[in-house]
């Protein structure tokens, strides 16, 4: 399995996430393990509580360009169809779009095909720390092999929980990645910028962007760039461009 | 001979009251007589010794500016993130690398005041900077490389863009923010720039 264009991008711009091996090496390495213990496994996402965001790995295999398909193409017509169990769609051949709009059909098809997943904890010190979701083509994959994924994965196996998100919906929270650690990073700077330019403590500094962000009108977002922003141009007025 | 008057200029105060203080040993040779972090050099002085630690090379106006603004010799005083070839667009007059121990630094200073160009000033073998005495985080044992690093953390650039900027490869980068979090104690990048912030890096600059 590989990483999704936005857990490359995830770890590479905002990483490495841990102290020790590269994170997408990790990635890697875990997902091989479970392919060996579940063939039919085509999917992987890891959920990390400390980071507030999901990575995931899919086989690269023309049954998971399938899965993309799935995703992008949601509630369209065509995964209604298969949702609902109306049979093939069928499209004119002189629609010019009709190849097109066929191969929608045959990637949404087979996303359907995800047959089983699994959700297993994270524990450290007894708490929850995250969660794996494994996901394969086949029913029942996983049936019978929780302790030897859970031992791979340094995850929980009392804490299984079998087709929990048969839509792969961990897929969609992964490709938010780059951009909620963006927005936590500028965050950051931004109160570093607020307690240095009030000489206060940042978590004071947190109190009073919220407080500004709600006298303004305008989202907490907004006012951490208007805030960078501003600190840039104090900056600059001091000389420095 | 009067020794040399040195303004030296950082945007770090820990960085400048360091490097200060190992040149006070030399003070027959070179006087410094301003620290500053802007670019407006006020004291009059012969060269001014542009420390770039904490500045990332691509876009360096800060550089050109003190070169377009000031009548003393710029020298660049740097490690190989920041290319020689760079410096010398920005117009400076000469370079040299944080490699060298402060004697030489100091000799270096003075044959480029003098009109040698920077090829009197040989690259060390080691890129390590011997001749950096102290910089943000050293108490926590982040080296000068992580603590630069972490100070572009601090002011929110992603690894891509510090990679592309400061001529580093992006594993390079990694390889640094790995370790300097070992240090920290931190597992993620808004924990480090809380790190920082509560450690003397000024997000600011």
Same mark, same amino acid.
């Given at each position: 399995?590989?990483?999704?264009?936005?857990?490359?991008?995830?770890?590479?711009?905002? /990483?490495?996430?841990?102290?020790?091996?590269?994170?997408?090496?990790? +990635?890697?390495?875990?997902?091989?393990?479970?392919?060996?213990?579940?063939?039919?496994?085509?999917?992987? &996402?890891?959920?990390?509580?400390?980071?507030?965001?999901?990575?995931?790995?899919?086989?690269?295999?023309?049954?998971?360009?399938?899965?993309?398909?799935?995703?992008?193409?949601?509630?369209?017509?065509?995964?209604?169809?298969?949702?609902?169990?109306?049979?093939?769609?069928?499209?004119?051949?002189?629609?010019?779009?009709?190849?097109?709009?066929?191969?929608?059909?045959?990637?949404?098809?087979?996303?359907?095909?995800?047959? &089983?997943?699994?959700?297993?904890?994270?524990?450290?010190?007894?708490?929850?720390?995250?969660?794996?979701?494994?996901?394969?083509?086949?029913?029942?994959?996983?049936?019978?092999?929780?302790?030897?994924?859970?031992?791979?994965?340094?995850?929980?196996?009392?804490?299984?929980?079998?087709?929990?998100? +048969?839509?792969?919906?961990?897929?969609?929270?992964?490709?938010?990645?780059? *951009?909620?650690?963006?927005?936590?990073?500028?965050?950051?700077?931004?109160?570093?910028?607020?307690?240095?330019?009030?000489?206060?403590?940042?978590?004071?500094?947190?109190?009073?962007?919220?407080?500004?962000?709600?006298?303004?009108?305008?989202?907490?977002?907004?006012?951490?760039?208007?805030?960078?922003?501003?600190?840039?141009?104090?900056?600059?007025?001091?000389?420095?461009? | 001979?009067?020794?040399?008057? +040195?303004?030296?200029? @950082?945007?770090?105060?820990?960085?400048?009251?360091?490097?200060?203080?190992?040149?006070?040993?030399?003070?027959?040779?070179?006087?410094?007589?301003?620290?500053?972090?802007?670019?407006?050099?006020?004291?009059?002085?012969?060269?001014?010794?542009?420390?770039?630690?904490?500045?990332?090379?691509?876009?360096?106006?800060?550089?050109?500016?003190?070169?377009?603004?000031?009548?003393?010799?710029?020298?660049?005083?740097?490690?190989?993130?920041?290319?020689?070839?760079?410096?010398?667009?920005?117009?400076?007059?000469?370079?040299?690398?944080?490699?060298?121990?402060?004697?030489?630094?100091?000799?270096?200073?003075?044959?480029?005041?003098?009109?040698?160009?920077?090829?009197?000033?040989?690259?060390?073998?080691?890129?390590?900077?011997?001749?950096?005495?102290?910089?943000?985080?050293?108490?926590?044992?982040?080296?000068?490389?992580?603590?630069?690093?972490? /100070?572009?953390?601090?002011?929110?650039?992603?690894?891509?863009?510090?990679?592309?900027?400061?001529?580093?490869?992006?594993?390079?980068?990694?390889?640094?923010?790995?370790?300097?979090?070992?240090?920290?104690?931190?597992?993620?990048?808004? *924990?480090?720039?809380?790190?920082?912030?509560? @450690?003397?890096?000024?997000?600011?600059?």
């Amino acid at each position: 399995m590989e990483p999704i264009p936005e857990t490359s991008e995830a770890i590479d711009e905002f /990483g490495p996430f841990t102290t020790g091996s590269d994170l997408l090496e990790r +990635l890697r390495e875990m997902s091989d393990l479970v392919t060996e213990i579940v063939p039919e496994c085509v999917g992987l &996402s890891i959920a990390y509580r400390e980071h507030g965001v999901t990575f995931t790995l899919v086989a690269s295999d023309e049954t998971i360009a399938a899965l993309d398909g799935f995703q992008y193409v949601d509630d369209g017509p065509c995964v209604a169809a298969v949702r609902e169990d109306r049979g093939p769609v069928e499209f004119s051949a002189e629609d010019p779009l009709a190849e097109e709009r066929w191969h929608l059909f045959s990637r949404a098809c087979a996303a359907a095909g995800i047959a &089983s997943t699994l959700t297993l904890p994270i524990m450290a010190d007894h708490t929850a720390v995250g969660s794996v979701n494994l996901y394969a083509a086949a029913p029942h994959a996983f049936t019978g092999k929780h302790t030897p994924l859970a031992h791979v994965l340094g995850a929980w196996a009392p804490g299984a929980v079998a087709n929990a998100d +048969l839509s792969f919906d961990t897929r969609r929270t992964a490709q938010q990645a780059p *951009q909620l650690l963006y927005e936590e990073t500028r965050l950051q700077v931004a109160l570093g910028i607020l307690a240095a330019l009030l000489d206060v403590s940042v978590d004071a500094a947190t109190a009073r962007l919220q407080d500004a962000a709600e006298r303004a009108g305008v989202s907490p977002t907004e006012m951490v760039e208007l805030i960078i922003e501003q600190g840039t141009s104090a900056s600059r007025d001091l000389g420095d461009a | 001979m009067r020794p040399i008057r +040195l303004a030296l200029s @950082n945007d770090y105060h820990v960085v400048l009251a360091g490097l200060a203080a190992m040149l006070s040993e030399y003070s027959d040779r070179v006087e410094v007589v301003v620290l500053t972090s802007d670019r407006d050099i006020t004291e009059e002085a012969d060269v001014i010794l542009y420390d770039t630690f904490g500045r990332l090379a691509q876009g360096d106006d800060k550089l050109r500016k003190i070169v377009e603004e000031n009548d003393a010799k710029v020298v660049v005083y740097s490690w190989d993130n920041y290319p020689v070839d760079v410096a010398r667009n920005h117009g400076a007059a000469g370079y040299i690398h944080k490699g060298l121990p402060p004697g030489e630094l100091v000799e270096a200073i003075l044959a480029i005041h003098q009109g040698s160009t920077d090829e009197s000033a040989p690259a060390p073998d080691s890129d390590e900077a011997r001749s950096m005495p102290s910089w943000p985080g050293q108490h926590a044992g982040l080296s000068p490389r992580e603590s630069e690093i972490l /100070g572009f953390i601090a002011r929110g650039f992603t690894n891509e863009e510090i990679s592309r900027r400061a001529y580093l490869s992006i594993n390079t980068v990694k390889t640094y923010i790995r370790t300097a979090y070992r240090k920290m104690g931190v597992t993620s990048r808004a *924990q480090a720039v809380g790190w920082a912030l509560r @450690n003397g890096f000024d997000s600011e600059t």
